[in-house]
C-alpha cells in the first residue's frame, strides 16, 4: 500500500483569488472519483491539519487500508461500503481561482445526486478505469453531461499502474472514448493517462508514463475557461417576483443572458406587455446601478404599470423568445415512478410553473448504444427521452441550442423534481395565428395616459372575462344577466356582451359560416372592451365552436387578462370539463351569483379583501 | 471581487426562491459572522427589508456580547426576532457537563425543533457552508426534513440547475441554505466588501494574541491564537492556515457532526 504524504513540493499557490469555477468528477462506480479528489488536494498541501490522520485512524478502526476517498465519503455507511452515495462540494483555490470541485457518485442507483452535482458544474474530469476501460455509467455521465450543459471536459484515464502504465491499452481507452463523445459533439480538452493511488500525473508528469506529453490533472485545471458569452447574448430576464415592500413597485429576477440598462424598452412574454426600465434598484449601492448583465439578481422599476407576474420573461422588442404550449425536448428521467403520457406533471422552466402533459414518448435513447433508439410506453428511472410535452397555457422559452437557461426545464412529479429536458424544437399549436396577431396587434397599440392600473385603482376591480359555458337550456343566459346586473349594481364596470349582437353589424360581411373568423372577431371586441377596464361577461353557444376552442382562443386573444370559465349542467354525470366553478341545476341564481363574484375576489379581481402577501398580482 | 458578486447574485437568488414559495418562512441567525451574512443578503434581496423572522436558539451559554449584539441590530434594522429556548431541559439543569452532543441536542436541535413546531414554519433559512465539515458539503441548498426534523441524507431530492425543491408533504419542512457555496475566506471578503457590522471584538484580536474564528457557546468554544486586528488580516491568515475553521468547537469531535446533523442539528 501506498504511505499518504503530505508533500507540498510544489510552490505555494497564489492565494489571491480572482475567479471562481465549479467542476464535477464524475464517471463508473470505483473508477477512483474520490481517490483522485483526495489525492489532488493531498499532493498540493491544501487539506487541513489533522485531516489524514484523522482519516488514518478511521481507516484503522475499521481495519481498512487507508483511502483517499475517505476524505469526502463522509457518512459512515459511505466509507463501511467504500462508495461515494452523494454529491460532496469541495473548495480548491489554486493559481487564483476558487474551485469548488463536487465529487460524484458512479453507481447508477445514485444517478440522480450525479445528476444534481454536475447540474452545477461548467467543467467536468471524467474518471475511467484503465483496467475495466469504458463501462455503462462512463458512457451515460458521458450523455447526461452534454445535456446538462457540461461542455468542457477532461478525460483522466484511471489506476495506469494495473496495467503497468502501457500506452497502447491508453489509446484504446482513448479512442473508443474520444468516438462515443463524437457522436454528442463533444471534443475532450485533454485525456490524461494517471494513478491517483500511485499519485502518477496527478500534480505534475511522472516518469511512468514517458509517452505522455501533456499536462497533469492539477494542470489540465487551469485549461477550462471561465463562461462569458452569455453576456453578449440578447437579453433574456426571467420574472422571479414583484416586490412593494414600500413606494416602489419592484421588478425582481436574475438575468440570464444579454444585458439591460435604464430607459431601456423592455417586452414581457408570453404577455406581450411592455415599458421602459426606469431605475435599477440596489441595497447598500452608492451610486446605483445603470445597467446589469447576466449572472446578476437584479430589481428594476418600470416606468408604467403594466401587468406583470412572476414566470415572464423579459426581453428587448427585437428578440423576443418563443411561445407556444407544444414544445419538443430531450429528457432524462430520475422519478422513482416512470414518466407515462397523460399523467399530470408540473413544468418548470426558469421560473415560470405550468401544468403538462407527455403528449408523445418519441423513443428511448440508449446511453450504452446511441445509434439504438426504440420506442416504449413509457420512460423508466435514468433513461433519456425524446419526447412531445403539452404544456396547460402557453409559455415562453428557447430552443436550448440558442440560450441555456430559457430552454431547459424540470419536470415534477407529486412533491419532487423528477427529471429535467432540454428543448429542442417548438411544435406549433391550433392557437399560433392568434398568438402572432395578439402580438402584432399589442405591439402596435397606441396607449393613452391611463394605464390599466389607473383603471383598477380607480374602478375597485380589474379587468376580466367571465364565460357561461354548457348545453343548451341550462339558464346561461338569464345567470349571465343577473351577473352582470348585480356587478354594476355594486358599481362595477361590468357588460354582458351576447356573441349574437356581432352578428348584423360588425359580421354582417360573413356570407359563409365561418367559425374561426367570428370566434375572432368576437375575441377581438372583448379585448378592446377588457381595455377599458371592464368585466366582460358573456355565454358561448352562439359561437359554434367547442367550448375548449373558444376558451383556448379568447385566452390567446386577451391574453393577459384572465378568462373565468363558468360551467353550467342540468346534472352532474361523468367527467367535468376543468372550469373554475361548475353549478348544475341550480335552483337559486342568487347563490350562484354571489359564488362568482366571490370568485372574482379571492382572484384578487375585485377590490376586498386585499391578499396579505405584498406581490399578489391582482391586489388592488 | 467579482467572484464575491457572483456568490450574492446566487444567494439572493435562493432568498427569494424561498420567499416566493415559502408562506411560513424564517431564517436562523446566531449572530455568528455566517448567520450575519445572511441576514445581509436578505437587506440586499429584500432591498432593505427582511421580510419573515429571524429565529435566535438560545442555550442561555452564548457569549454576552452577542446577546447585546443581537438586540442592537435587531432594534435598528427593524427585524423580527423571535427568542427560542428549550427551557425544560434547563431547568433540568442541562449543561456540556452531561455530554457536549447530550447538550447539542437538547438545547439546539431540541430548542429549534420546539421553535418550529410551535410557529409551523414550512421553511427555514440557515447559513451553514459546505467547507464547515464533510457531512455539510453533501447538502442541497432546499434541504427537506421528515416529520421527525430527520435529515435522510441517502435519498435526498434532485436539484437540478437553478430548480429546487418547493414542494413537500404535510408535516415536513424545507431547510434552505442559500451559503452553501461560500467559503470562510468569501464570507470575510464579503463583509470587507459591503462593511458589514459584525461582533469585531470577539473575531479580531483585542491584544491578547487570541481571536474567535467561529462562534457557539462560551463553555464548548475557544479562541485560535492570532494576531489579527482588522478584517484584512483576518483574510490574509486564514489563506495561510491549514488548521480546520471548527477545530475550536467541541460537539464536532469525533463522529459528532454527523449524528446531531442527522437529528436535526444546523
Keep these: ?454 383603471r383598477a385603482q380607480r374602478y375597485g376591480h380589474r379587468a376580466a372575462v367571465v364565460l357561461l359555458t354548457g348545453p343548451d337550456t341550462t339558464a346561461k343566459g338569464f345567470l349571465a344577466r343577473k351577473l352582470e346586473t348585480v356587478l354594476v349594481g355594486e358599481g362595477r364596470h361590468a357588460y354582458l356582451l351576447a356573441p349574437e349582437n356581432l352578428q348584423r353589424g360588425l359580421d354582417a360581411d360573413l356570407v359563409d359560416t365561418k367559425p374561426d373568423e367570428i370566434i375572432r372577431r368576437f375575441g377581438e371586441v372583448v379585448r378592446l372592451l377588457t381595455d377599458t377596464g371592464s368585466l366582460v361577461i358573456s355565454t358561448t353557444n352562439a359561437l359554434q365552436l367547442p367550448t375548449k376552442q373558444i376558451v383556448q382562443t379568447l385566452q390567446t386573444l386577451v391574453n393577459p387578462i384572465p378568462v373565468i370559465t363558468i360551467h353550467m349542467a342540468k346534472e352532474l354525470i361523468g367527467p367535468q370539463p376543468d372550469t373554475d366553478l361548475i353549478f348544475a341545476g341550480p335552483e337559486n341564481f342568487d347563490d350562484c351569483t354571489h359564488q362568482i363574484i366571490a370568485l372574482l375576489k379571492s382572484r384578487g379581481l375585485l377590490a376586498e379583501p386585499a391578499s396579505s402577501r405584498s406581490d399578489s398580482q391582482y391586489s388592488i | 471581487m467579482k467572484h464575491i458578486r457572483q456568490l450574492e447574485d446566487q444567494s439572493v437568488y435562493i432568498l427569494r426562491e424561498a420567499y416566493k414559495n415559502f408562506d411560513n418562512l424564517a431564517m436562523l441567525w446566531s449572530m455568528g459572522k455566517d448567520s450575519t451574512v445572511l441576514l445581509w443578503l436578505a437587506r440586499k434581496a429584500f432591498f432593505g427589508h427582511v421580510p419573515f423572522p429571524l429565529l435566535h436558539v438560545d442555550t442561555s451559554y452564548k457569549i454576552p456580547e452577542m446577546i447585546e449584539y443581537r438586540d442592537r441590530l435587531a432594534r435598528e434594522w427593524r427585524l423580527n426576532l423571535i427568542v427560542g429556548q428549550n427551557k425544560k431541559a434547563l431547568a433540568e439543569g442541562m449543561n456540556h457537563t452531561k455530554g457536549r452532543v447530550e447538550c447539542c441536542t437538547a438545547l439546539k436541535t431540541q430548542g429549534l425543533k420546539q421553535l418550529l413546531e410551535e410557529k409551523g414554519y414550512t421553511g427555514v433559512i440557515l447559513g451553514v457552508r459546505s467547507d464547515e465539515d464533510s457531512t455539510r458539503a453533501k447538502e442541497r441548498y432546499f434541504s427537506p426534513r421528515d416529520k421527525n426534523n430527520e435529515w435522510d441524507f441517502r435519498d435526498q431530492p434532485p436539484e437540478l440547475w437553478d430548480q429546487y425543491k418547493l414542494s413537500f408533504p404535510p408535516g415536513t419542512h424545507i431547510r434552505i441554505h442559500p451559503l452553501l457555496d461560500w467559503t470562510e475566506i468569501n464570507i470575510w471578503e464579503y463583509i470587507k466588501l459591503e462593511n458589514i457590522p459584525f461582533l469585531d471584538h470577539l473575531y479580531l484580536d483585542q491584544g491578547t494574541g487570541k481571536r474567535y474564528r467561529s462562534l457557539g457557546c462560551a463553555p464548548c468554544t475557544t479562541p485560535i491564537d492570532s494576531t489579527a486586528k482588522n478584517v484584512d488580516e483576518v483574510i490574509i491568515e486564514l489563506r495561510n492556515t491549514k488548521v480546520a475553521e471548527r477545530a475550536g468547537r467541541a460537539q464536532d469531535e469525533g463522529r459528532g457532526m454527523e449524528q446531531l446533523r442527522k437529528d436535526g442539528y444546523m
Design chain 1, 1 to 454: 500500500m501506498t504511505v499518504p504524504t503530505t508533500r507540498p513540493n510544489n510552490p505555494p499557490p497564489d492565494n489571491a483569488i480572482r475567479e471562481r469555477m465549479n467542476i464535477v468528477i464524475v464517471g463508473h462506480v470505483d473508477h477512483g472519483k474520490s481517490t483522485l479528489l483526495g489525492r489532488l488536494y493531498a499532493d498540493t498541501g491544501t487539506l487541513p491539519i489533522g485531516k489524514i490522520e484523522k482519516i488514518q485512524a478511521i481507516c484503522k478502526q475499521q481495519g481498512k487500508e487507508f483511502e483517499y476517498a475517505f476524505l469526502f465519503d463522509a457518512f459512515l455507511e459511505e466509507q463501511q461500503q467504500g462508495i461515494t452515495i452523494d454529491t460532496a462540494r469541495t473548495f480548491f483555490s489554486w493559481g487564483g481561482r476558487q474551485y469548488i470541485i463536487i465529487d460524484a457518485p458512479g453507481h447508477k442507483e445514485f444517478l440522480k445526486n450525479m445528476v444534481s452535482g454536475a447540474a452545477r458544474a461548467e467543467a467536468a474530469l471524467l474518471v475511467i478505469d484503465a483496467l475495466e476501460g469504458v463501462r455503462d455509467q462512463s458512457k451515460r455521465h458521458g450523455l447526461l453531461l452534454s445535456m446538462l450543459g457540461v461542455k468542457q471536459v477532461t478525460v483522466v484515464v484511471n489506476k495506469m499502474d494495473l496495467v503497468n502504465y502501457r500506452e497502447d491499452t491508453f489509446q484504446a481507452i482513448e479512442k473508443e472514448y474520444r468516438e462515443f463523445l463524437t457522436q454528442l459533439n463533444v471534443i475532450p480538452q485533454y485525456v490524461i493517462p494517471a494513478s491517483a493511488k500511485q499519485g502518477i500525473n496527478i500534480t505534475q508528469p511522472s516518469p511512468e508514463t514517458p509517452w505522455y506529453t501533456g499536462p497533469s490533472v492539477l494542470d489540465s485545471l487551469a485549461h477550462f475557461h471561465l463562461e462569458s458569452k452569455r453576456t453578449e447574448q440578447t437579453l433574456r430576464l426571467p420574472i422571479q417576483d414583484v416586490y412593494k415592500f414600500d413606494a416602489r413597485r419592484i421588478l425582481v429576477g436574475r438575468i440570464t443572458a444579454g444585458k439591460l440598462k435604464i430607459g431601456d424598452r423592455l417586452v414581457f412574454s408570453p404577455s406581450n406587455k411592455s415599458a421602459n426600465i426606469q431605475t435599477i434598484e440596489a441595497f447598500n449601492l452608492d451610486p446605483p446601478p445603470t445597467q446589469a448583465e447576466a449572472g446578476q439578481s437584479v430589481g428594476i422599476t418600470l416606468d408604467e404599470q403594466i401587468f406583470v407576474e412572476r414566470g415572464q420573461i423579459a426581453t428587448h422588442e427585437e428578440a423576443r423568445p418563443l411561445v407556444s404550449t407544444r414544445i419538443r425536448a430531450n429528457l432524462f428521467w430520475l422519478g422513482a415512478k416512470p414518466l407515462e403520457i397523460r399523467r399530470p406533471y408540473v413544468l418548470r422552466l426558469a421560473t415560470r410553473e405550468v401544468p403538462c402533459e407527455v403528449a408523445t414518448i418519441h423513443r428511448i435513447v440508449d446511453a450504452t448504444n446511441l445509434d439504438d433508439r426504440h420506442t416504449q410506453a413509457t420512460v423508466k428511472r435514468n433513461e433519456v427521452a425524446d419526447i412531445t410535452l403539452r404544456t396547460k397555457s402557453p409559455i415562453a422559452f428557447d430552443l436550448y441550442a440558442h440560450f441555456e437557461t430559457t430552454g431547459r426545464f424540470v419536470l415534477v412529479d407529486e412533491y419532487d423534481v423528477a427529471g429535467g429536458g432540454i428543448i429542442t424544437e417548438l411544435v406549433q399549436d391550433d392557437q399560433e395565428d392568434f398568438r402572432t396577431e395578439a402580438r402584432e396587434r399589442d405591439s402596435a397599440w397606441v396607449k393613452g395616459d391611463v394605464g390599466a392600473e389607473d
